[in-house]
């Protein structure tokens, strides 16, 4: 199948999608609920064999469904961009975001999968195995929001607020996230952990999160696809949707996530 068809499939790639981050979501839990080794990468971030665990059933049931296409995972991530630069259409996975949510057993970890299809996420899941809320999207079809055992229901960003809702990290916020909130002025906070924090936007919960600092482009992809068709905007700071896989480096510019509006909230660093 041609790449650029792959967008006209989204849709009825979406539930076995959903079924493979879920299963993943399940091998998760298994370690979740008992004692496991943390280790650390390269650049000091932890790894746990959930980690792994998750990022092996991702990989089975996705070159399972689709084995014409790469799979690029943060779990295995060192594929030269010489490689990568050929791809027009691949799997972009985080396994486990928000290891160290994990690690501190707060539930706020989820498993994210997105297709990308010249540079631009697709479709996209999102599996929060502790409460069993799923989120996901494909291009031109909506966004969804289904809690476990119950229907899918449709999701939509919303028009910033008098007074904005942010949702940040529950990690300390540096000295640039801190300047952003004082020169937004009057707001309220919601603190939750890993991709979450794009999905309180997507279903318009949140007004805006902005992440002023490092991460790597499977940490985005699924909540950039879940936002955008929930009518929402994740950019950069110049207010740029966010791309993928146009360079050797991995890691994200500093980026907003913001309702249907196109305030530019880039005014406020």
């Known amino acids: 199948m041609a790449a650029d068809s792959y967008s006209r499939r989204c849709v009825s790639l979406l539930d076995p999608v959903i ?9 998760i839990l298994n370690i979740y609920e008992g004692d496991f080794n943390i280790a650390h990468k390269k650049d000091e971030s932890p790894v746990t064999e959930a980690d792994f665990a998750a ?30 630069a050929r791809w027009h259409c691949y799997w972009l996975v985080d396994p486990l975001d928000g290891t160290r949510e994990f690690i501190k057993r707060n539930g706020e970890f989820t498993v994210n999968i997105a297709l ?7 479709l996209g899941v999102i599996h929060a195995p ?12 909506g966004a969804y929001k289904q809690e476990s055992g119950a229907e899918p229901k449709q999701i939509q960003a919303r ?10 990290s529950r990690a300390r916020c540096n000295s640039r996230q801190q300047r952003l909130l004082v020169n937004i002025g009057t707001h309220e906070t919601i603190s939750v952990g890993s991709s979450l924090k794009s999905c309180l936007v997507a279903e318009g919960t949140a007004d805006l999160y902005a992440r002023l600092g490092p991460t790597s482009e499977w940490d985005t992809a699924a909540a950039q696809c879940i936002v955008e068709q929930a009518g929402g905007h994740m950019t950069d700071t110049r207010m740029q949707p966010l791309r993928y896989n146009t360079k050797d480096s991995l890691l994200n510019p500093d980026f907003f996530v913001f309702g249907t509006n196109r305030y530019d909230w880039s005014h406020c660093l």
């Not at 079924?19 to 091998?27: D, L, N, P, T, V």
């Not at 028009?159 to 940040?168: G, L, W």
Request: proline share 7%; net charge positive.
């Open 55 to 84: 990022h092996h059933t991702i990989i089975d049931g996705l070159k399972a469904l689709t084995p014409e296409l790469p799979v690029l995972s943060e779990e295995s991530a060192d594929i030269p961009f010489g490689e990568r």
């Open 116 to 122: 990308i299809e010249k540079h631009s996420p697709v």
């Open 19 to 27: 079924a493979i981050a879920r299963g993943a979501g399940q091998k």
């Open 159 to 168: 028009q910033k607020r008098d007074i904005p809702v942010i949702a940040v």
């Open 130 to 141: 502790v409460s069993g809320i799923s989120y996901f999207a494909s291009r031109k079809s």
